[in-house]
C-alpha cells in the first residue's frame, strides 16, 4: 500500500516545513508566537478543519473529491443547534442529567444527517458515475442552500452554555481542551477504517483503478457509498464543533475550509488523481497549516489574504507534484 | 535487393549502467520488409527509439543514406525520412480520419485558415497509396483498432518516408485484420519503401517479410533471408531453448463441471451450448464482433444470458452480475489486463488479495501476514518473477503480470476461470508458462474457459473448440481440427463482413 521510502521523504518534508515556519517566526515575532497563551489557541483550532480534511482524504484516496464538506458541516451544525434549542429552549435551565441526554441527542442527529448527505453524494458517484467533483459541488450548493431556507439568513444561537462547552472548555484543572481528545478518537477511527479494514482496502483499489475494482468483483457502489458516508459522518462531527465553537449555526461558517482541506490533504501526500496518500502525512499536514495560519494571525494578516495564500500555496503543491511524477516517469522510461 | 538505407554497426546504449543493447548491427534495404523479433525486454523498443532520434546509442555508429549521423534527435530523423508508428498510434479520437491525417502537414505548412477540401484531398490521396477505405467524416473514436492503425499509416505515408517501422502492429488485430495490413505493407514495399517491424508471431510474418533479426536480452542472436528460419529455429533463437509443442490431451473424463445450455443474449449469442468436464480446457474464437467475448462474458455476469441456463457442478445458477459470478466463485482474466485486471501502482499483494478480501477479515482488522503469506506462495507456483511480493505490478513484464492477475483469482479458489486472450503481448517464453499454468489448473478440476484469437494456442491447448461465428456456434469440436481448417471456417466467404 505504501512505499516506505517515499512515505519517509514526505514525513521529512513536511516536519522540515514546520520547522521552517518556526524559525521565521522565531525571527519576525518572538515574542508573541512561542508562549503558552498561543499554544493553547492553537490546540483549539484545528481540530475543526483537522476532522473534514479526513473525509477529504478519503474521498480523494478514492478517486474523488468531497467539496460539500462544509454545507454537510453546516447543515448538521445548525441539526445540532435545532434539536438542542427544542428540548431546551433559551434562557431555560435543565437538570445535568438532561442537557447530557439533550447533546447526545443533538450530536447523533447531527451525525445522522452527515451520514445521510454522505450516501447521497455517493450513490449518484457510485451508481450513476458522475463525477464527484460537479455532484459534490453541487451538493455543497443543495445543503448550503438547505441551512439559508432553515435559518432564513441569520444565525441560530442561544445553545445551552454546556453545548458552548464542547469546542471552548478544557479538560478540568488543565489547559487540554475536549477537542483535542476528539481529533484524537477521530485520528485512530480513520487510520483504522483506511489501513485495517476491508472497506480502507477497496477505497485504496478504487482510487487506483476503478475498472479493475469492478473486474475484480469489489462492489464499488458499496464502496463509494460508504466512503462518502464517512466523510459525511466527519463532516458532521465538524458541524458539531465550529457550531459550538462558535455558538451559531449558520451557511456562512467555515466556507474557507473547502480549500484549506483540500491543500492539507494535497500536501499531506494524498495524490490529486487518488490510490495514495495515508494519515500519518496528512495529520502533519494539519499541524503545519494550523502553525502557518497561527503565524499569520500573529503578523495581523487579514482572512482574505489567508485565503490568497492558501490559493497560490495549493497551485504550488499540485506543480510541485506533477513535477515529482514527471521525473519519475522519465526515470521509469529509461529503465 | 535494395540498396541500403539505415545501417547500424555495434550499438549500444546503457541506462545507469545497465546494457539494454549490447552491440548491435542492422541494415534495412529499400523495398525490403525486415522483421525485428525478441521476447519481452530484449531491447527492440530501445533499438526502435535509436534509430528515429529519441534516444543517442552509448556507443556505435548509425549511417541514414550513407551518412553517418551524429546526435540524432527526432527531428533530423524525420527529415531523413523516418515514420515511426508506435503501438498506441498516437491518433486524436474526437478528430476525423481526415483532420488525423492531414493534421501534421498543416502545422509544417503553417496554415492559419482550416480548409476541409484540402484535408479530405490529402487523406483521399494517402488512403489510395496505401489501398485504405475510410469514411474520411468518421470520428477517430468510432473507428476500429484496424481503421486507427491505417490512419495513423496514412498520416506517416503523407510524409513521404524512406523507412517506415511499425511497433508491435498486429497486438490488437484479427487475423482478417492481419492480412489486410499485410497486404497494405506489400504495397508500400514495392514502391521502394524499406520496412522495419516489430513482431514476435512467426506464423503470422512468414508469409510476408523478407528479412529476420532476433534479438535476445540486448543481444543480436541471428540475422538471415526468412526462408532460413523455421518454427523450432525461431523459438530457438527467441528464447535459448527448445520447446516441444505437444499438445494438451487430457484422460476423457465424465465428471461434469459446467454445462450451458441454449443460452442467448439479443444481439450478442445465440443458442449457444456447451459442457465442461474436469481436466477440460474449452477454447472458443472467432472473428471481433463475433459474440466469442460476449459468451465468456455471459459466464462472468457482464453480457448476462436472457434465457436458457447455466449448470455449474450439477446447480443451476443465474449470472445476472459480477457479483453473482464472484459468488458462485468464478474468476475472470480480462483482455486487457492492465486496465481491468490489474492496480498496477499497488504492490503484488495488494492485487493478489484483491478480490479475496474477505478471506482476510477478523474481528479487529484484516489478516495482513495471511495476504503476505499467500502471496508468497502464489508467486511461487506462478513462477513470478519480481524483486519482492511488495514492488508495484507496473515493474513487472507482460507475462508476470499476467501471472498476478491469475494468482488474484486462484487466490479465490474458483471452481470456474473465464480467460480472454490469455496470452496477448506475450513472448514465446511467457507464453508456454501461463499454458502450463492453465493446464495444471485443468487438472486439478477448475474449468477453463479461453477466447483466443491465436490459433496456435487453441489448437495446443485446447481440447475442446467452439467456433463462432455471427454471433451463433458454427463449430463444435473435440480438437481433430487443424488451424488451416479453423481459419478457413472462419474465413469462410462472408460477404457481409467484406462490407464492413
Known amino acids: ?335 | 535487393m535494395g540498396e541500403v538505407f539505415v545501417e547500424l554497426k555495434g550499438i549500444k546504449k546503457a541506462y545507469e549502467g545497465v546494457y539494454a543493447l549490447k552491440g548491435i548491427d542492422l541494415a534495412l534495404r529499400k523495398g525490403e520488409i525486415h522483421c525485428l523479433a525478441g521476447g519481452n525486454g530484449c531491447g527492440k523498443s530501445t533499438l526502435i527509439k535509436t534509430i528515429s532520434g529519441v534516444h543517442e546509442p552509448t556507443a556505435g555508429e548509425i549511417y541514414i543514406d550513407g551518412q553517418q549521423m551524429n546526435h540524432m534527435k527526432p527531428l533530423d530523423a524525420i527529415e531523413k525520412g523516418i515514420q515511426v508508428i508506435y503501438q498506441d498510434f498516437a491518433v486524436f479520437p474526437n478528430l476525423t480520419v481526415a483532420e488525423n491525417i492531414a493534421l501534421n502537414t498543416e502545422i509544417k505548412d503553417r496554415t492559419k485558415v482550416v480548409s476541409y477540401k484540402r484535408m479530405r484531398e490529402l487523406a483521399g490521396k494517402a488512403m489510395a497509396q496505401i489501398g485504405a477505405d475510410l469514411n474520411p467524416d468518421a470520428r477517430l473514436e468510432d473507428l476500429s483498432v484496424a481503421g486507427k492503425q491505417m490512419v495513423a499509416l496514412c498520416r506517416a505515408i503523407i510524409n513521404n518516408p524512406k523507412l517506415l517501422i511499425l511497433d508491435e502492429p498486429t497486438t490488437a488485430l484479427t487475423a482478417k485484420e492481419v492480412q489486410k495490413l499485410w497486404g497494405v505493407l506489400r504495397n508500400l514495399r514495392e514502391q521502394n519503401i524499406a520496412i522495419l517491424l516489430v513482431d514476435h508471431k512467426f506464423d503470422e510474418i512468414r508469409p510476408l517479410v523478407d528479412r529476420l533479426t532476433i534479438l535476445r536480452n540486448g543481444e543480436f542472436v541471428s540475422s538471415g533471408l526468412i526462408s532460413e528460419y523455421g518454427h523450432v529455429r525461431f523459438q530457438k533463437d527467441m528464447t535459448g531453448h527448445d520447446f516441444s509443442t505437444e499438445k494438451y490431451r487430457p484422460e476423457p473424463s465424465d465428471e461434469p463441471i459446467l454445462s450451458v445450455e441454449h443460452i442467448s443474449s439479443k444481439g450478442n449469442y445465440e443458442d449457444i451450448s456447451f459442457a465442461l468436464s474436469k481436466g477440460d480446457v474449452l477454447g472458443i474464437t472467432g472473428l471481433l464482433g463475433s459474440g466469442r467475448n460476449e459468451i465468456a462474458e455471459a459466464l462472468f455476469g457482464l453480457c448476462p444470458a436472457e434465457s436458457g441456463k447455466i449448470v455449474l457442478h450439477g446447480k443451476e445458477v443465474k449470472l445476472k452480475s459480477i457479483k453473482d459470478a464472484v459468488k458462485h466463485e468464478i474468476g475472470f482474466v480480462p483482455e486487457d489486463r492492465l486496465t481491468e485486471g490489474l492496480f498496477t501502482a499497488l504492490p503484488i499483494t495488494d492485487n493478489t488479495v484483491a478480490s479475496s478480501l474477505k478471506k482476510y477479515v477478523r474481528a479487529f482488522g484484516l489478516k495482513s501476514f495471511e495476504m503476505g503469506e499467500n502471496t508468497k506462495t502464489w508467486m511461487k507456483r506462478l513462477g513470478v518473477v519480481a524483486v519482492s511480493k511488495d514492488v508495484p505490478v507496473s515493474s513487472l513484464s507482460g507475462g508476470n503480470a499476467q501471472k498476478v492477475v491469475l494468482g488474484k483469482w486462484l487466490n479465490t479458489n474458483p471452481k470456474l476461470l473465464v480467460l480472454v486472450g490469455p496470452s496477448v503481448g506475450m513472448d514465446v517464453g511467457a507464453k508456454a508458462e501461463i499454458h502450463a499454468i492453465l493446464r495444471d489448473l485443468a487438472q486439478t478440476g477448475v474449468g477453463v474457459v479461453m477466447v483466443t484469437d491465436d490459433l496456435s494456442e487453441l489448437v495446443e491447448n485446447c481440447n475442446r473448440i467452439l467456433i463462432v461465428k455471427d454471433h451463433k456456434i458454427i463449430k463444435s469440436s473435440d480438437n481433430s481440427l487443424s488451424k488451416k481448417e479453423i481459419e478457413a471456417l472462419l474465413m469462410g466467404s462472408d460477404q457481409k463482413e467484406e462490407e464492413a
Open chain 1, 1 to 335: 500500500m505504501k512505499n516506505p521510502l517515499a512515505r519517509n521523504k514526505q514525513v521529512g518534508t513536511l516536519i522540515a516545513l514546520m520547522a521552517l515556519v518556526c524559525v521565521l517566526m522565531l525571527i519576525f515575532c518572538p515574542g508573541s508566537y512561542f508562549t503558552a497563551k498561543n499554544a493553547k489557541s492553537m490546540l483549539f483550532q484545528f481540530p475543526e478543519y483537522g476532522i473534514l480534511a479526513f473525509g477529504m482524504m478519503l474521498c480523494m484516496i478514492a478517486g474523488g473529491i468531497d467539496l460539500s464538506l462544509v454545507g454537510i458541516m453546516n447543515l448538521s451544525g445548525l441539526t445540532a443547534a435545532l434539536i438542542l434549542l427544542a428540548l431546551i429552549p433559551e434562557g431555560t435551565e435543565a437538570s445535568a442529567e438532561f442537557t447530557a441526554v439533550a447533546l447526545i441527542v443533538s450530536s447523533v442527529a447531527a451525525l445522522l444527517v452527515g451520514a445521510l448527505c454522505g450516501l447521497f453524494n455517493g450513490f449518484l458517484i457510485g451508481y450513476f458515475g458522475i463525477p464527484a467533483m460537479l455532484v459534490t459541488l453541487c451538493s455543497l450548493q443543495l445543503f448550503t442552500g438547505l441551512v439559508y431556507g432553515i435559518t432564513g439568513g441569520p444565525a441560530v444561537t442561544g445553545m445551552c452554555d454546556a453545548f458552548k462547552e464542547i469546542a471552548n472548555g478544557t479538560i478540568a484543572g488543565t489547559f487540554v481542551p475536549y477537542v483535542l481528545p476528539i481529533f484524537v478518537i477521530v485520528l485512530l477511527v480513520v487510520a483504522f477504517i483506511l489501513h485495517k479494514t476491508k472497506l480502507g482496502r477497496e477505497i485504496y483499489y478504487l482510487g487506483t483503478n476503478r475498472k479493475a475494482s469492478v473486474f475484480s468483483g469489489i462492489n464499488t457502489l458499496k464502496t463509494s457509498m460508504l466512503t462518502y458516508m464517512t466523510s459525511g459522518i466527519l463532516g458532521g462531527v465538524s458541524g458539531i464543533l465550529i457550531t459550538s465553537h462558535l455558538n451559531a449555526a449558520k451557511s456562512s461558517n467555515g466556507t474557507s475550509y473547502t480549500l484549506l482541506t483540500i491543500l492539507i490533504v494535497v500536501l499531506g501526500g494524498v495524490h490529486p488523481d487518488g490510490g495514495k496518500g495515508d494519515v500519518v502525512g496528512v495529520t502533519l499536514s494539519v499541524l503545519l497549516m494550523q502553525m502557518i495560519s497561527n503565524a499569520f494571525t500573529l503578523l495581523h494578516i487579514s482572512q482574505d489574504v489567508k485565503n490568497f495564500a492558501n490559493g497560490a500555496l495549493l497551485i504550488l503543491v499540485l506543480v510541485c507534484v506533477m513535477l515529482i511524477r514527471k521525473v519519475e516517469e522519465k526515470k521509469k522510461a529509461q529503465q
